[in-house]
């Protein structure tokens, strides 16, 4: 009997289960879509081939148990003629994960659905010293929380005031999570302390006169982890308004962890080893 490969399996998303000759087949899922053509043939694959179930993960990802030695070979035929892709496990780059952002949450800052799907098509897969999750999150309620990715995206709003179209309701002051903006309404006085501003957009998003206006961005994080060690991403650089930026942040990162990572060892430990000084230099000449 031919001896099985189990490292090439898991590379190729197949996952050992404790049953012997049993694998839970994990697929790739960018930005938390699938249509609906792939979820029925999914289903189908999982009253053939598993138990008739599936396991939605933590990261948006699908996994399907209880798929048999023998059978790989035959559910990968299935789900590839459906246009269903397979994902992966190991040390690599993983599945790119997004809410829904600006195209369907109004609290969106950014466009986040093509967004996984650039960077899925650029880095998705690619061999790297230990895992590497990237997640999209539109706002800065950071439903995917950006920050526990090796490399996390938020979007951002940089508010600006226009002081000839402002009537002083104080509908700013009291969206203002931070406090940053105070109002006067006896004195028509408006205060803007921008040192203190989280560029969550809520002054943008809530003012009935249009006098707040705003610049769409995004924040980038870096090293993050929530395993076995949890760290929380650092932030690098200032919000970015231009997309090409980020991809260019993002493949210096890339480079960077290549160049400095040990086998075994997350982005976030490599940034404890060698200091955060290296990468940070490293992005901001980037995105000059």
Partial sequence: MAEVDYATLKK???????QTDQ?????????GQLKAEH??????????YGKGYIHLTSRQGVEIPFISLKDIEEVKKELSSAGVSIGVCGPRVRTVTACQGSTICPSGAIET????????????GRELPHKFKIGITGCKNNCLKAEENDLGIK??????????DCTYCGVCEAVCPVNAVKVDKDKSELSFTESACVYCGKCVKSCPSSAWQGKNGYFLSFGGMFGNEIKEGLHLLPLLFDKEKVFKAVDATVKFYQNN?????????????????????EVEEAVQ
């Fill in 23 to 31: 694998f839970s087949m994990r697929l790739k899922v960018i930005g």
């Fill in 113 to 124: 659905s093509a967004l996984a799907e650039e960077l899925d098509t650029r880095y998705f």
């Fill in 261 to 281: 990572g040990k086998g075994g060892e997350r982005l976030g430990r490599t940034l404890i080893r060698v200091g955060s000084g290296g990468l940070k230099k």
């Fill in 155 to 164: 979007g951002g709003i940089s508010p600006e005031w226009n002081k000839q």
């Fill in 39 to 48: 979820l029925q043939k999914i289903s189908e694959v999982a009253k053939k």
């Fill in 12 to 18: 190729g998303g197949f996952m050992r289960q404790i």
